[in-house]
């Protein structure tokens, strides 16, 4: 296949852009692909909602600039905070024309709070705005003629010169799995965007869906297009324990804005003995205090008591949690949630500039698996969304001007070679790849997880060696799935985290080694 732009995810990161795109010049080809089904993404479970100055009257572009840079503590890119922040309100009214929309009172935006925040200014939908938003951008991407969708055909490896006989320093496409036929595909492209998500399934517990395994990264890796602060991984500190059905589910910080306090096993609170902000403290601290009270524990979660939200709210502003513990037995308010912390968010990625470019010509990263300098060594709640949304119309314009430079010409993308190794069939080695999928995860949550140690460090990182060597062994001998492109992506991701952790001197943000504790 031969396209002008390929778009590797359906979040709202690849969507957004590829509205942009067919708004700017509905005469280009674009295609979008998924892993899974079209609404499938971090994005779907986003409940809290899109921090963005609304307000104008008590809030302020300087107030929200000034919690993102603390929430960054200290490796935020000021510039690209100023701009994401001043761009954001214009995105987010492209977003209601584009069909989403957000509770009201009184016709004014619905504010809420969230950690870190100074004031109230999360617009959201419910506790569903991550889903209400992908909808409406799925509804809108349906009108356009000119843009195709895949769902359920996986990036394999991005197409370079390494794959080329003529070199342009480019990136060229992609292989792809059609997971329906088994067959991997060619598409080339003379735009190529990353916007995979993250990689919150290499922990044990992640609020992430299991196909957030980092591919975009591990494939941007094998590019070796440049990757930062991979460490940087945010813990939500409020997920239910246990899973639901197989999957984790996240307790929003607005439970604990609305006033939910946390408890210890004995029933204390114990916020306040780590933070004056107690419940409301930035999401690494709160993901600290709950790890180190679990540590002192048999239990191994805590609890989080909402007996102080009055059931109405909990059904108005909360139904999805609501209705979920109902299901459980947890019946809200009287009784507490147990919670544990769990792996949320990769505030690094692939580094890319104020357009979401890479260092690899053609390549351009947007969202979660990016790192473009906004959040620095800690996201800010409910600044990802805006990001999506700032940085996809900034790569979609930027794309434009990208097509009319001197591109190699298409007798250039035929010479492209196929895949080889579609021959090869599957050895019983691949039914292994379960066991060395959970293991990985034990490893990053014991040793790579909220606190660290430079022996656990040293334990990890032998340890996922010898998995990537199996790994590429397996890989070298078998069909590709699925499931063995995630996993290969997940040891080379977990490898990076730990050798970039290891590589860090002192403690800062998400990032915390005992060892470094004066
Ligand atoms: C439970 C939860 C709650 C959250 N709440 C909030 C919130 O309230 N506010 C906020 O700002 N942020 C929130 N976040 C974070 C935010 O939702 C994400 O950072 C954001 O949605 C990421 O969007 P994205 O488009 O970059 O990636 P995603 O939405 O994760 O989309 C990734 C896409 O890439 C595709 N993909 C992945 N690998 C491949 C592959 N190999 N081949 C083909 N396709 C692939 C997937 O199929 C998917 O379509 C939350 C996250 C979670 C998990």
Redesign the pocket.
């Known amino acids: 296949m031969t396209v002008d732009v390929l778009v590797?995810?359906?979040?709202?990161?690849?969507?957004t852009y590829a509205i942009n795109l067919g708004e700017k010049n509905p005469k280009l080809s674009v295609l979008l692909?998924?892993?899974?089904d079209?609404n499938?993404?971090?994005?779907?479970?986003?409940?809290?909602?899109?921090?963005v100055v609304s307000n104008f009257n008590n809030d302020s572009f300087e107030k929200h600039i000034a919690d993102t840079l603390k929430a960054g503590a200290g490796s935020c890119n000021p510039e690209v905070v100023k701009f994401v922040i001043e761009e954001g309100h214009d995105r987010v009214q492209e977003l209601m024309k584009w069909g989403a929309q957000f509770d009201k009172t009184k016709e004014k935006l619905d504010l809420a709070q969230e950690a870190g925040h100074s004031e109230k200014r999360?617009v959201?939908y419910q506790d569903q705005?991550?889903q209400h938003i992908q909808e409406a951008l799925i509804a809108k991407i349906k009108t356009f003629p000119n843009i195709q969708l895949l769902e359920r055909?996986?990036?394999v490896d991005l197409i370079t010169d390494h794959h080329a006989k003529e070199k342009f320093n480019r990136c060229y496409g992609a292989y792809?799995i059609s997971q329906e036929e088994e067959k991997i595909i060619t598409i080339t492209s003379k735009i190529t965007i990353l916007?995979?998500?993250?990689a919150?399934s290499l922990y044990a517990h992640s609020?992430?869906?299991s196909?957030?395994?980092g591919?975009?990264l591990g494939?941007a890796y094998r590019a070796k297009v440049m990757m930062e602060g991979l460490p940087f991984v945010q813990f939500?500190p409020t997920a239910l324990h246990p899973k639901v059905n197989g999957n984790t589910f996240?307790i929003?910080e607005a439970v604990r804005g609305a006033g939910a306090k946390l408890l210890n096993s004995k029933g204390e609170r114990f916020m306040l003995n780590h933070d004056p902000r107690a419940e409301l403290a930035p999401r690494d601290i709160v993901a600290r205090g709950i790890q180190a009270e679990i540590e002192k524990q048999e239990e191994s979660y805590v609890w989080l008591d909402g007996a102080e939200i009055e059931l109405k709210q909990w059904k108005t502003h909360f139904p999805t949690i609501f209705t979920t513990c109902e299901k459980l037995g947890i019946h809200l308010p009287e009784n507490p949630i147990p919670v544990v912390p769990a792996a949320?968010?990769f505030c690094g990625g692939i580094k890319v500039d104020s357009n979401s470019e890479s260092k690899l010509k053609g390549l351009y990263a947007?969202?979660?698996?990016s790192a473009t300098g906004l959040h620095g060594a800690n996201r800010l709640?409910?600044?990802?969304?805006?990001e999506?949304l700032v940085f996809a119309q900034r790569a979609a314009s930027h794309t434009l001007e990208s097509l009319n430079e001197n591109l190699p010409d298409q007798a250039f993308y035929n010479t492209i070679p196929e895949w080889k190794g579609d021959a090869y069939s599957n050895s019983t080695e691949i039914k292994d790849l379960k066991n060395y999928r959970s293991e990985l995860q034990q490893i990053m949550t014991q040793y790579v997880g909220i606190f660290k140690t430079t022996k656990g460090l040293e334990i990890a990182e032998k340890r996922i060696d010898q998995l990537y060597r199996i790994l590429t062994k397996i890989y070298n001998s078998n069909k590709l799935t699925n499931g063995l492109?995630?996993l290969r992506?997940m040891v080379s991701i977990a490898y990076l985290i730990t050798k970039q952790s290891q590589e860090r001197t002192q403690n800062q943000g998400v990032f915390y080694n005992h060892d470094y504790v004066k």
């Open positions: 590797i995810g359906t979040g709202i990161s690849g969507l692909i998924s892993k899974s079209l499938e993404s971090n994005t779907r479970y986003a409940q809290g909602g899109i921090a999360i959201h705005t991550g055909h996986t990036l792809v916007s995979t998500g993250g919150g609020t992430n869906p196909i957030a395994t591919d975009g494939a939500h996240l929003t949320h968010y947007i969202g979660e698996c709640a409910s600044n990802s969304l805006l999506s492109c995630e992506n």
